[in-house]
Nanobody, 122 residues
Framework: QVQLVESGGGLVQPGGSLRLSCVAS????????MTWYRQVPGKERELVATITSSGSTNYADSVKGRFTISRNNANKKTVNLQMNSLKPEDTAAYYC???????????????WGQGTQVTVSS
């Protein structure tokens, strides 16, 4: 059974940094894109950053130049999000998403982590 486990959230002051990690476990044959989303209560979940299996990246305009997504090239099952120059408006629950092919599935599908809270406040 596939699990995505996020870590690294917490409370940080404005201007500070945090690093989120997400590890996919289980019998996984291949992984496509891995993506970080975030959600604030009462609002829709929004894409923060995504990285393809070949390493191409894409970012929301609101985080460009401040956040960096990276991936473990050895096994492609770990994705990180380095968040610098954090702002109060970055406060949200951050979710990891992976499009992957696992045992028992006929093709690739999306899996989600349980989320990790990031709070930016003085």
């Amino acid at each position: 059974q596939v699990q995505l486990v996020e870590s690294g959230g917490g409370l940080v002051q404005p201007g500070g940094s945090l690093r989120l990690s997400c590890v996919a476990s289980g019998t996984i044959f291949d992984v496509n894109n891995m993506t970080w989303y975030r959600q604030v209560p009462g609002k829709e979940r929004e894409l923060v950053a995504t990285i393809t299996s070949s390493g191409s990246t894409n970012y929301a305009d609101s985080v460009k130049g401040r956040f960096t997504i990276s991936r473990n090239n050895a096994n492609k099952k770990t994705v990180n999000l380095q968040m610098n120059s954090l702002k109060p408006e970055d406060t949200a629950a951050y979710y990891c998403n992976a499009n992957l092919w696992a045992r028992g599935e006929r093709s690739f599908r999306d899996y989600w982590g349980q989320g990790t809270q990031v709070t930016v406040s003085s």
